[in-house]
């Protein structure tokens, strides 16, 4: 049990560092592996920046709750769905109402 729990926290290093970078440099990782289509620098619209972010953001929250719910009771998955649900309607609302 805490051996898979060590795994799952080496694994998920990597992964956490991409939604960072995801975060802070939403051009880049947009274009990442893309940037060959282009003759010339690409113009990003700024809603596609603002969901790069907002869509990093919901994976750094929901991706820990979603990996230790499976190591833990089967009740508290159902507790951390309805709250990752709750937080991607809250942010959803929070960052698309902006104009």
């Given at each position: 049990m805490v051996g898979e729990i060590?795994?799952?926290v080496i694994f998920m290093i990597p992964l956490y560092a991409f939604f960072i970078w995801t975060y802070n440099c939403p051009?880049?990782?947009?274009?990442?592996?893309?940037?060959?289509?282009?003759q010339e620098e690409s113009e990003i619209s700024p809603y596609v920046v603002r969901y790069m972010k907002?869509?990093?953001?919901?994976?750094m929250i929901s991706t820990p709750i979603?990996?230790?719910?499976?190591f833990l009771k089967q009740s508290f998955f159902g507790l951390a769905l309805m709250a990752f649900m709750l937080?991607?309607?809250?942010?959803?609302?929070?960052?698309?109402s902006k104009s």
């Open positions: 060590v795994l799952a051009e880049e990782s947009f274009l990442f592996g893309r940037r060959w289509k282009y907002f869509v990093s953001i919901v994976a979603v990996i230790f719910s499976f937080v991607i309607i809250v942010g959803a609302v929070l960052i698309f």
